[in-house]
């Protein structure tokens, strides 16, 4: 019997209210440390569902059918080891409430805005150091279905944002696939990537990479725990969109990753570099000035208080990893796609449009361009552009429908997420023979929102993944197109979750990429599979180094 067709356990009907009330009643409860999550006695009479982890026992909560249980600690507090490698978490005894979702990593809190995503920047919620937490959504406990368990590291850059947000809620891609489905917070910015190893010595030999160790301690949990939530430990997907995607593609370069996962899926995301250990140390010094902390005081940022080590951070960016030459040795996708993960199947995904989120967004102007004044505003993009004057005589050669501002978001689209997918790509062409197959796709289809303007942008596709329209309707639309494009997309990953192949009777044929054919799934409201899409514009930009 297929995953699409064994039947799940029956489970008693019981909401996340019922759940509270259940555990609070008769027996007393206590606050578990700073976080507003009980810790009781098991009550013979409360109508739980609870689970085994390896530190304890927690109890969820049934969300439209599907078992969820929000806020598992994968991690201890990281508090008392700010700056060093996370440890598990100590075990408890009783049961532990899992109905909400965990603290966020601290990070800088932008203005809260309604996007072209659809959702709020700044979701809400207590935030802390002790941030190491998991949700899991499945159909059914302990039943030895061996589902697909499909990770997902969630985007921000490698500075802000959580799982905290409800598109990325799990029950529609249980309810439709039979899978089990995971998200879960980590650290970020300061707290997971400030690479202090070469001034602070060996007590901070880990701190550059911390947010990639949280994820893999994470996968550990996982590995060790899913059984006991229906999942296999021996088919899971690591899947990522925008800096969940470098996320995961860094993984890929990461011995101590290895055997954690099985199949990996970027979308929107890519990593094709990484800081150097100078690169590294620039940074760490600039933040270390604006704390006021001589460099051989180093020790002291360990008990500086959360706010101003925030307020410090700004100070310069965190593009992610480094190469410590520990953790992470080499380059993700650099010249070539790292062994460690050459059989594992991947799949790499962009938006047609992304930057008309990612920039225009922000720039309202940038929609009503003139072409007296287009080479002046993609002048702040022109490093991995090459000669502007080219460069734009290509794109109204090749698309002479196209406006002023339609060239400038094309062009700084292709030229920075669609290429660095590209080099992702060929360098997976690269690989010995009997490789992992690699997947290629683009979403084409684009969001309603404000009139159509922002296209397939930067975020829409996290709703069409999740198959979330509903709950991205600001984003999406809730016309049936979107629902169409929705079923399209989640079900390609719910294929590759299962076998390592997005095929599936939704779409049509769709072979694996090689340098012959460069096969594309295009996604829209009639999806096809294309060859090369944008050869030309390839051509171009792989002359300019990125």
Not at 269 to 290: D, I, K, M, Y
Not at 485 to 512: C, I
Request: proline share 8%; charged share 20%.
């Amino acid at each position: 019997m297929s995953d699409s067709q064994r039947a799940p356990t029956a489970i008693p009907q019981i909401t996340r209210r019922a759940a509270i009330k259940g555990l609070a009643i008769g027996a007393g409860y206590a606050l578990a440390s700073s976080q507003t999550r009980l810790i009781a006695a098991p009550v013979a009479s409360a109508p739980t569902l609870i689970a085994t982890t390896h530190a304890g026992k927690v109890s969820g909560f049934i969300d439209r059918e599907i078992v969820a249980f929000k806020g598992i600690p994968y991690g201890a507090d990281t508090a008392p080891r700010r700056f060093m490698k996370a440890v598990p978490p100590g075990p408890w005894t009783g049961i532990r409430l899992a109905v909400a979702f965990g603290p966020r990593a601290p990070q800088p809190r932008p203005p809260a805005r309604v996007s072209a995503a659809g959702s709020v920047a700044d979701p809400g919620g207590p935030v802390s150091e002790d941030c190491l937490y998991l949700n899991v959504w499945t159909p059914a406990l302990r039943d030895g279905g061996k589902r697909p368990v499909m990770v997902y590291l969630h985007g921000g850059g490698y500075v802000a944002h959580s799982a905290n947000f409800d598109m990325y809620d799990g029950v529609n891609l249980c309810r439709r696939g039979n899978v089990v489905v995971v998200t879960l917070n980590h650290r970020l910015n300061v707290f997971g990537y400030l690479y202090l190893a070469e001034i602070g010595g060996p007590e901070f030999a880990d701190s550059g990479n911390l947010g990639q160790l949280d994820l893999i301690l994470a996968l550990q949990w996982v590995r060790d725990n899913i059984a006991e939530f229906g999942g296999d430990p021996n088919r899971v997907l690591i899947f990522g969109e925008s800096g969940g995607g470098g996320k995961v593609a860094t993984l890929m370069a990461m011995p101590l990753a290895a055997g954690l996962f099985h199949r990996a899926a970027t979308s929107s995301g890519e990593a094709v570099s990484a800081l150097t250990p100078e690169q590294g140390t620039f940074r760490a010094e600039a933040v270390l000035n604006a704390l006021g902390l001589p460099l051989d005081q180093v020790a002291q940022i360990k008990s500086v208080p959360i706010d101003l080590l925030i307020s410090a951070s700004t100070v310069t960016d965190f593009p992610g990893p480094v190469i410590d030459e520990t953790t992470l040795t080499r380059v993700p996708f650099g010249a070539d796609a790292p062994s460690v993960s050459a059989h594992i199947p991947f799949m790499v995904g962009t938006n047609r449009d992304e930057s008309r989120a990612l920039i225009g967004e922000g720039n309202a102007a940038l929609f009503s361009l003139t072409w007296e004044g287009l080479k002046q505003s993609l002048a702040p993009y022109a490093r991995r552009m090459g000669d502007l004057d080219r460069m734009i005589y290509l794109y109204r050669h090749l698309h002479p429908e196209f406006s002023a501002s339609d060239v400038f978001f094309a062009a700084t689209t292709d030229s920075h997420d669609w290429r660095a997918a590209v080099i992702e790509l060929n360098a997976r062409t690269n690989l010995p023979a009997g490789s992992a197959p690699t997947y290629s796709y683009e979403l084409r289809w684009g969001s309603p929102f404000d009139g159509g303007k922002y296209k397939a942008c930067h975020g829409l596709d996290l709703a069409l993944m999740f198959d979330n329209v509903a709950l991205s309707h600001r984003m999406t639309g809730t016309g049936p197109e979107a629902f169409a494009v929705a079923a399209q997309m989640s079900e390609a990953y719910l294929a590759f979750a299962r076998t390592g192949d997005p095929n599936n009777p939704k779409l049509p044929r769709w072979p694996a990429y090689d340098r012959t054919r460069r096969a594309t799934m295009a996604f829209d409201a009639v999806s096809q599979e294309i060859d090369d899409p944008r050869g030309k514009e390839r051509e171009f930009f792989a002359e300019v180094p990125y």
